[in-house]
């Protein structure tokens, strides 16, 4: 899963009113696996999703992946940074390559656990959470 999905994803269980950003954990057998997958860097497209994003949750979440976060700023880049290509090329990595391959997704109110497995977050909900 890359850090673009996770930063649109969020916990939809019954009477959480706080369910974004979901916390990047181990999975339920320990695991945390994450991969970096090159990708085709795109910059109009990198400018143009600025605007989408909940800049601090990426950063928190490159942070818990242990990715590259030190390129990022902590407030959302200005249009000077969305100039530079050295900037585009760390916000490329961070976004598009760094992949959760196995872990889990956990709901900041509830504490619900979502497992991450080949890198698909299941979101599924249980009857009795619906």
Do not use: Y
Not at 24 to 39: F, H, K, N, P, T
Not at 105 to 120: D, I, Q, T
């Amino acid at each position: 899963m890359k850090l673009l999905t996770h930063n649109m994803l969020q916990c939809h269980v019954k009477g959480v009113r706080n369910g974004f950003p979901l916390a990047i954990a181990a999975s339920d057998a320990g695991a945390l696996e994450v991969e970096v997958r090159e990708a085709d860097l795109d910059a109009d497209f990198l400018r143009h999703i600025v605007p989408r994003l909940d800049w601090g949750a990426l950063v928190t979440a490159a942070g818990q992946l242990g990715a590259e976060a030190a390129g990022l700023p902590e407030a959302a880049p200005t249009e000077q940074q969305l100039q530079d290509d050295a900037f585009l090329q760390t916000f490329h990595r961070v976004l598009l390559e760094v992949t959760l391959v196995e872990g889990a997704l956990v709901c900041p109110e509830s504490g619900r656990r979502f497992p991450v497995k080949n890198a698909v977050p299941n979101m599924l909900l249980n009857e009795d959470e619906v």
